[in-house]
């Protein structure tokens, strides 16, 4: 009997319904079967167990003691099922996880949080809110990247993430960045350098995460050259909007920092190319919840119809 195949529960259904109704008929009728079908899968679970389950009357059916006692386990898998049935039903009321997005600070604080959370007042930003088109789950923020369920990864233009395994990447564009300064700067120079190379005679602003992207190293042999006392380190880009807003030397951030303070100035002089690439990774096992992959969905849309990242 160990090698007898139920197929999709049919059998304990029918054995069930045998039982309840009394009659191979009414059972049919009460499965949408024919009766000859019920006669032939009650036969062949009677020579699996080698006994009748059934008397066969002119006026119905019966259980016999063998019968009985399997009709007896069908009735407790028939309410495990409901059970499972039930819960299965459940699961599309039970709320959405929350979902941690994983980026830089600079990127979380300007961009992310605004646009996913909503901004104050007439603050521009440089990705449509309006393209976010189903309700969001819970959020949560992390600039420690491994703990996220999507995370937003720099690297030097040409390179790929330093991820492995099952990992889905996607590159969303391009992050420009050009050098600015604060207009309490820009008013108080006598004159104003004519190329890039002429920044260095000013005290410049850098940051440690700039350093390693190589599609940064025009910035940071500019910053190499120049004395130690005249350049201002920033931990963070909140902490290098406030040195540019005060005047304190010039730094670069992306293109698109004007939309957030117009106390930000830029140099009329052509840089050099200095941006790094943008990429939007989550684990696929993440993105098999529907939550998450619905945000990831989103926000590469986003990103990739900005014009900013392109």
């Not at 350098?193 to 700039?210: H, V």
């Not at 190589?214 to 406030?242: F, R």
Request: hydrophobic fraction near 45%.
């Amino acid at each position: 009997m160990g090698g007898f195949p139920l197929h999709d529960w049919n059998d304990v259904r029918l054995l069930l319904a045998c039982a309840r109704y009394g009659s191979f008929a009414r059972a049919a009728i009460a499965l949408g079967v024919d009766q000859a079908t019920v006669s032939r899968r009650i036969g062949l679970l009677e020579s699996v167990v080698g006994r009748p389950l059934f008397h066969r009357r002119r006026s119905g059916a019966s259980p016999t003691p063998a019968g009985l006692l399997l009709v007896e386990r069908a009735m407790a898998v028939h309410s495990a099922v409901g059970d499972f049935e039930l819960a299965l039903s459940g699961l599309e009321r039970i709320p959405s996880q929350t979902v941690t997005v994983g980026a830089s600070e600079g990127m979380l604080a300007y961009v992310l949080i605004p646009v996913l959370l909503g901004t104050p007042g007439t603050v521009k930003l440089p990705v449509d809110s309006r393209l976010i088109r189903h309700e969001l789950p819970p959020l949560a923020f992390t600039s420690t990247l491994p703990q996220s369920d999507i995370a937003f990864v720099a690297t030097a233009a040409g390179d790929l993430p330093p991820v492995g395994g099952a990992m889905r990447v996607r590159r969303i564009g391009m992050m420009r960045f050009q050098p600015v300064v604060g207009k309490v700067f820009w008013e108080n120079i006598s004159t104003s350098p004519q190329s890039f190379d002429e920044l260095s005679s000013f005290t410049l602003l850098d940051m440690p995460l700039y350093q390693p992207l190589k599609s940064l190293d025009t910035w940071n042999s500019l910053v190499s050259k120049v004395e130690a006392g005249n350049v201002i380190m920033a931990s963070n880009t909140k902490a290098m909007h406030k040195l540019i807003v005060e005047g304190r030397g010039v730094g670069i951030l992306p293109s698109y920092s004007n939309l957030y303070d117009d106390r930000f100035v830029s140099f009329d002089f052509s840089s050099p190319s200095l941006h790094v690439a943008l990429w939007l990774v989550a684990h696929e096992d993440k993105l098999r919840e529907p939550s998450v992959r619905s945000l990831y969905d989103t926000l590469a849309e986003m990103f990739l119809h900005s014009p900013w990242f392109r």
